[in-house]
């Protein structure tokens, strides 16, 4: 009777967190698959060399949603959930969609005067300006379909984080498969498909919810996110600077074709990917309502269980995609990028070693601690760039990962420091 009460309790409680978690872990795995065919598409169709070319610029669109995630996201995702009353935490979201639509019409028109200095030679780089105006398109568009549903995330509604996102990931699949059809396939016609798709989810996605905001929600929703936002912003931008930022400092010393080749070794850690994503947009919710229950003895404690399924479950695909990495860069994406192979395995320690850092970021963020995360972002930044230019210079695109790697675990230790710290003041106070 016992055994069948507790096989039955089981049951149940699995069968509850499937239900509760599927439509997000869908959405997951559709998100990371579909990245990675076009990825590989994307390679494939362009060629190395222009393939470069477009990860160099897709490395910029992810710094502009750096500062976008911590500005917005991050403090939509942690305070939001933490508000009881439906009316506050409504009233709290259509403010921030205010705050999304000024910002990413702020990152559109920086953008633009960019494209006109390069134009006109103002500035000492050499881009292809053809490529500034679907840029900027893919900028705005990009951005505000990554901000709905992270808003239906914050949310818990799965099923149409599901639905936008496969309108906007396949739709982008169609998008290139017809260009390639019609030999039109480009790197000004990619970006032109990627904000065209996504300006399409997230129109679907405005015309059914209620994110029409009124200027004193803006303004009080500013006021809200930005004492979170600001340690945000310095942490993010300096985390880019010592990773991304790399990745373009190999652009310049070992040419586009490397980054291109970097960018490809990324993708092959695809069922990562799924976890990674999921962290961002499930993690942060939950620890919030967990520490607002049960304060932050809980939160330890769910973040260290987190930390540990996810750190055995990463663990068996970064292995497996390490051993045969050669054979699938070359069926994957051409014979050209199998000289990049040995790129994947320092990528997979790379990727195990975030799952660790990720949980550290989010202990601080929940407990509001996030200048610790900028003084941590600064200092590891520091030493990142300090080695990566003498290892890019020895070793090409593998001293870049070197580098990444070394940054990683330093931010890890620093960080698990933080924490120490910061308990140990709780505990005093």
């Known amino acids: 009777m016992g055994i069948e009460s507790g096989t039955g309790g089981w049951r149940a409680s699995l069968r509850g967190r499937w239900d509760r978690n599927r439509w997000l872990l869908a959405d997951q795995a559709l998100v990371s698959g579909m990245n990675f065919l076009t990825t590989a598409l994307l390679a494939r169709m362009l060629g190395i060399r222009n393939f470069g070319i477009f990860s160099v610029f897709y490395i910029l669109l992810q710094y502009v949603n750096s500062i976008q995630l911590a500005l917005i996201v991050a403090p939509m995702m942690t305070q939001a959930p933490l508000?009881?009353?439906?009316?506050?935490?409504?009233?709290?979201?259509?403010?921030?969609?205010?705050?999304?639509?000024?910002?990413?019409?702020?990152?559109?028109?920086?953008?633009?005067?960019?494209?006109?200095?390069?134009?006109?030679?103002?500035?000492?780089?050499?881009?292809?300006?053809?490529?500034?105006?679907?840029?900027?398109?893919?900028?705005?568009?990009?951005?505000?379909?990554?901000?709905?549903?992270?808003?239906?995330?914050?949310?818990?509604?799965?099923?149409?984080?599901?639905?936008?996102?496969?309108?906007?990931?396949?739709?982008?699949?169609?998008?290139?498969?017809?260009?390639?059809?019609?030999?039109?396939?480009?790197?000004?016609?990619?970006?032109?498909?990627?904000?065209?798709?996504?300006?399409?989810?997230?129109?679907?996605?405005?015309?059914?919810?209620?994110?029409?905001?009124?200027?004193?929600?803006?303004?009080?929703?500013?006021?809200?996110?930005?004492?979170?936002?600001?340690?945000?912003?310095?942490?993010?931008?300096?985390?880019?600077?010592?990773?991304?930022?790399?990745?373009?400092?190999?652009?310049?010393?070992?040419?586009?074709?490397?980054?291109?080749?970097?960018?490809?070794?990324?993708?092959?850690?695809?069922?990562?990917?799924?976890?990674?994503?999921?962290?961002?947009?499930?993690?942060?919710?939950?620890?919030?309502?967990?520490?607002?229950?049960?304060?932050?003895?809980?939160?330890?404690?769910?973040?260290?269980?987190?930390?540990?399924?996810?750190?055995?479950?990463?663990?068996?695909?970064?292995?497996?995609?390490?051993?045969?990495?050669?054979p699938i860069m070359s069926m994957v994406f051409g014979n050209g990028y199998a000289t990049y192979a040995i790129l994947v395995v320092w990528q997979g320690i790379y990727y195990w070693l975030g799952l660790i850092n990720r949980q550290l970021m989010y202990y601080h963020r929940t407990v509001n601690n996030t200048r610790a995360l900028a003084r941590t972002a600064i200092i590891v930044t520091a030493v990142s760039l300090s080695i990566c230019l003498p290892l890019i210079w020895r070793y090409g695109a593998t001293g870049a990962m070197l580098a990444l790697d070394f940054g990683m675990l330093f931010n890890i230790v620093i960080l698990r420091r933080e924490m120490t710290i910061h308990r140990r003041r709780t505990i005093q106070a």
């Open 83 to 326: 508000m009881q009353d439906g009316v506050e935490q409504q009233s709290f979201l259509r403010g921030m969609a205010g705050y999304q639509y000024l910002f990413s019409l702020g990152c559109g028109v920086a953008a633009a005067l960019v494209a006109v200095l390069e134009v006109l030679h103002l500035l000492p780089w050499r881009m292809a300006p053809d490529v500034f105006l679907p840029f900027i398109l893919t900028i705005l568009c990009f951005q505000a379909q990554d901000w709905f549903r992270r808003f239906c995330y914050a949310q818990n509604r799965g099923m149409t984080v599901f639905w936008n996102d496969l309108i906007s990931y396949l739709g982008q699949v169609a998008a290139f498969g017809i260009l390639w059809r019609l030999h039109r396939m480009n790197v000004d016609n990619a970006f032109y498909a990627i904000a065209a798709t996504s300006f399409i989810a997230f129109a679907v996605g405005l015309a059914r919810e209620d994110i029409k905001p009124a200027w004193h929600e803006v303004k009080a929703a500013v006021r809200h996110a930005w004492a979170m936002g600001r340690s945000l912003l310095v942490a993010s931008q300096s985390q880019w600077l010592g990773s991304q930022g790399i990745l373009l400092i190999v652009a310049a010393i070992a040419g586009v074709s490397a980054t291109g080749g970097i960018r490809a070794a990324m993708t092959m850690m695809g069922p990562v990917n799924v976890l990674m994503q999921l962290l961002d947009n499930v993690i942060p919710v939950r620890a919030s309502r967990i520490f607002a229950a049960g304060g932050e003895r809980q939160l330890t404690a769910y973040l260290r269980r987190v930390a540990i399924t996810l750190l055995v479950a990463a663990g068996i695909p970064i292995l497996l995609a390490s051993i045969f990495a050669k």
